[in-house]
């Protein structure tokens, strides 16, 4: 099992590649879902932070993902970019999630010189980045990128649920839940719903005269 000394010790190598190397992590949530926007988060750590349990926010609890967001919030450097529903309909998932990335790393209060990214994706940025297939596995910065991405986006869609309380948006988070899908077909579409994602677009389709 990986330890949260691998996790450091992962970013570590970087460091010695890309020296003087301040590395951030950036993660993303939010990109299966029918609805909601997608969040990334970028994390750059200050050299005593640590959180002892750090690991892939989905090995995680909620509780403790609640957990480690509040301490990592508290001792690292974070920033978020959050891209909606009707952009993501625009530009489409992908190009939508590098662009909360991008923000994300834009947001940070301090310009790391090293990026390192979950999956293979490239940023329009003019910093120096990696992309890494499942890096919330191996990574400590991008581990902490994916908790506070996860929460942050848990934490709206919440809001969401209180706005169109016939949703359900806080238990099934917008993921195409059979909950949710059986909600959609009874309910129909809210305004946060994307509209270019299956089964929604089907739905909109039926619709139409």
């Known amino acids: 099992m990986l330890r949260?000394?691998?996790?450091?010790?992962?970013?570590?190598?970087?460091?010695?590649?890309?020296?003087?190397?301040?590395?951030?992590?950036v993660d993303e949530a939010g990109r299966g879902p029918l609805a909601g926007p997608v969040?990334?988060?970028?994390?750059?750590?200050?050299?005593?932070?640590?959180?002892?349990?750090?690991?892939?926010s989905k090995k995680l609890s909620p509780k403790?993902?609640?957990?480690?967001?509040?301490?990592?919030?508290?001792?690292?450097?974070v920033g978020i970019g959050i891209v909606p529903e009707a952009v993501i309909d625009e530009i489409n998932i992908f190009q939508a999630t590098r662009l909360a990335m991008r923000e994300a790393v834009l947001a940070l209060p301090k310009t790391p010189t090293l990026i390192l990214i979950d999956g293979k994706i490239k940023l329009d940025l003019p910093l120096p980045q990696v992309g890494i297939v499942r890096g919330d596995g191996q990574s400590a910065a991008i581990a902490a990128a994916s908790i506070v991405a996860k929460v942050c986006r848990d934490h709206l869609m919440r809001k969401f649920d209180s706005i169109y309380p016939d949703y359900g948006f806080a238990q099934h988070k917008g993921y195409p839940?059979?909950?949710?899908?059986?909600?959609?077909?009874?309910?129909?579409?809210s305004p946060i719903h994307r509209r270019s994602f299956r089964p929604v677009a089907e739905l909109l389709e039926k619709s139409e005269p």
């Open 4 to 25: 949260v000394e691998d996790l450091f010790r992962f970013d570590e190598s970087f460091a010695e590649e890309f020296p003087p190397s301040v590395i951030a992590g």
């Open 64 to 77: 403790k993902r609640e957990i480690l967001f509040r301490e990592i919030a508290l001792h690292c450097l």
């Open 39 to 56: 969040v990334a988060a970028s994390v750059l750590f200050r050299r005593s932070a640590r959180p002892s349990e750090l690991n892939d």
């Open 177 to 189: 839940t059979k909950l949710h899908i059986d909600i959609l077909r009874s309910k129909g579409i």
